[in-house]
């Protein structure tokens, strides 16, 4: 498994090892002790979670409040994604800009989104899924979201905007400057 720090160094792409011969191939997925060493803090992933859509659908910018709060480790099984997360981490040195990643069932890469982001994805093909670990259960009352085409943020979807399809909830999103609900740069959210 190999680990790259992306343009925002908490955002981790991580890279398996894929073993392939004539009969198909064998890939470990997921490594607790290899990740933890990397980042350098414990992560108790507790829930699995999938799903799958059609090409345009885009999911978020979704997150959870503390003690709430979510680790992902987001990775495609079949299909591909443009995955995104944006730090929401006020007076961070990187705070309203985000990281993109291509994430393909054949690229096999993951993308570690930790707490204090929000994140989103838009699929690229027909019939993906899309599949992901959390560390902290879903928690309705700690549900947010920032709105998936904010001027500020300004991100590159890929797709048109008439391509796309939101479910009424991430269509009615706030602005980034427009919601308190966020993190604060520097707290450890980890000590839950």
Not at 89 to 116: A, C, D, F, M, W
Not at 132 to 161: C, E, H, M
Request: glycine share 6%; charged share 25%; proline share 4%.
């Amino acid at each position: 498994m190999n680990f790259i720090r992306t343009d925002i160094p908490d955002v981790v792409i991580c890279e398996p090892t894929v073993h392939g011969d004539d009969r198909g191939y064998f890939v470990e997925t997921f490594r607790q002790d290899k990740l933890e060493e990397f980042i350098g803090y414990k992560i108790d992933f507790c829930q699995d979670n999938e799903s799958k859509s059609s090409k345009g659908v885009l999911r978020g910018l979704h997150y959870q409040l503390a003690p709430a709060a979510q680790t992902k480790l987001v990775r495609v099984i079949q299909g591909s994604v443009l995955d995104a997360a944006v730090d929401i981490r006020k007076n961070s040195p990187t705070y309203g800009q985000y990281v993109s990643v291509k994430l393909t069932s054949e690229n096999k890469k993951q993308l570690l989104v930790p707490r204090g982001f929000a994140h989103g994805f838009v699929v690229l093909e027909d019939d993906t899924i899309f599949a992901y670990k959390v560390d902290n259960y879903y928690s309705p009352q700690n549900d947010r979201g920032i709105a998936f085409d904010d001027k500020d943020l300004n991100i590159d979807w890929i797709l048109n905007t008439d391509e796309l399809n939101l479910s009424s909830k991430d269509k009615a999103q706030p602005l980034l400057k427009n919601t308190n609900d966020l993190f604060e740069y520097g707290v450890n959210y980890y000590n839950d």
